[in-house]
Structures are given as C-alpha cells and as structure tokens.
C-alpha cells in the first residue's frame, strides 16, 4: 500500500480567496488524481496529476479554477482558486501504485468551508 | 457514460450480518472495489474483486459478483458498530474509478 499526507486536514476560508493543498506520498508513484466529494455525495474526479506536464482535467473542471502541480514523482498540489461557498468540499488525493489490481489509495482529504 | 448505483442507506442491529448492494453498467470492467469512508476520515480499500470471480471471502466479509446482471454484494459478518461508516462501490472504467453515492450503515447496540 502507500501512506498518502495531505495538508491542511481542514481549513476555513473566506469567498474569493485561493487556497493550496499539498498531497505527500511515501513512495513514487505514477499516477496521482485529485478528487472532489461534496456534502452528501459520491467522489467526482477532478483531474488526473501528471509529472512533468500539464494536468488532465475531467470535463466540468478548468485549469484556471483548479490549478495542479506534480513537480516529482511524490508530490502534487491542488489550488482551488478564488473560492464561493460551492466549493466547500473535501479534496481527495490519491494514487494508484500500478498494481494489476488497480485500486487507489487516498488521503484523509482537505476540508473546505467558504464562508 | 458509465454508472454506479448504490442504495443510500442500510440499518442492521449489532451481531446481524449487513449486506449492502451495488450495480453497475461497464460491461468491460475488470476490477470492483469496496471502499469504507468512516466520519472525517478518507476513504479505506476494504476489498476488491476480479471480474472472472463469483465470491471473494476475507474474514467477515464476502463479496459476490453477479456480471451477468452487473451486480455487487458486500457482506459484512456480525457487524459490529465500528462498522457504522459508508461504504463505496467503485468500478473501474477505462482507465478511472467510478464510485457509487456510497451506503450509509447504520449499526445499532
């Protein structure tokens, strides 16, 4: 398995502001994704983290509103940038470690309050 | 595209067995997952199953999957009431997982 950090656990933030999570995995993998889960829901993919490249984003989300680093093969960050209250969430991190078996693994997730 | 459809809400006393449902649409998937989210935490990879298997049994819990009719079952055994969290089901589909909404368990003393 992987051990997968993320940074900060929770946070409060004020409308039209940015915040930056920081995803830390304790090996190297190849595949990181950022995940969406809003109150009450299922988890939404929102892009697909790739090193040495621009993110692949999935439909309905844009670089401009979620920009994403992965500078390394253990870390990635995700901005959600000048954030409304719809953007209250958790943020997911997580990571497949190329297995057959395909499953991910995921961080405790960030969650967001845009007051 | 492709979907993942779970009941919302499960309630078994404590000791009984809870079995939680899931069906989905990918007629090419290889791999389905049950993923349990306890309050404020992640989400935890309880099991997973292969697409050629029937049953895959893991302490107390047994998975059945029935691909004829694109259908998931997770069994839980004497379910205690730190099983109370919710429970996933999560496909993968060309390459990306496809979660249900989750089941919320409920596990009363």
């Known amino acids: 398995s992987a051990v997968i950090s993320q940074k900060p656990s929770r946070d409060i933030c004020q409308r039209g502001t940015s915040l930056t999570i920081q995803c830390q995995v304790d090996?190297?993998?190849?595949?990181m994704f950022w995940y969406r889960q809003q109150p009450g829901q299922s988890l939404t993919l929102i892009a697909t983290?790739?090193?040495?490249?621009?993110?692949?984003?999935e439909s309905g989300f844009v670089i401009d509103k979620f920009p994403i680093s992965r500078p390394n093969l253990t870390f990635s960050t995700l901005t959600v940038s000048n954030m409304s209250p719809e953007d209250s969430s958790i943020y997911l991190c997580?990571?497949?470690?190329?297995?057959?078996?395909?499953?991910?693994?995921f961080g405790e997730g960030s969650r967001l309050t845009v007051l | 595209g492709e979907d993942v459809e779970q009941s919302l809400f499960l309630s078994v006393r404590e000791g009984d067995s809870s079995v939680i449902n899931c069906t989905y649409t990918?007629?090419?998937?290889?791999?389905l997952y049950w993923y349990k989210q306890e309050p404020g935490a992640g989400l935890q990879l309880l099991t997973y199953?292969?697409?050629?298997?029937d049953m895959k049994q893991d302490q107390r819990l047994t998975v059945l999957l029935n691909k004829k009719d694109k259908h998931l079952s997770l069994r839980i055994a004497d379910t205690q009431t730190g099983d109370s969290a919710i429970y996933f089901c999560?496909?993968?589909?060309?390459?990306?997982?496809?979660f249900g909404k989750g089941t919320k368990l409920s596990v009363k003393p």
């Open positions: 983290a790739n090193q040495g490249s621009e993110a692949t984003y």
């Open positions: 990918d007629s090419s998937s290889t791999y």
């Open positions: 997580s990571v497949d470690t190329g297995w057959n078996t395909g499953e991910l693994f």
């Open positions: 999560a496909d993968k589909s060309q390459g990306n997982l496809i």
């Open positions: 090996s190297q993998v190849t595949m």
């Open positions: 199953i292969f697409s050629n298997m």
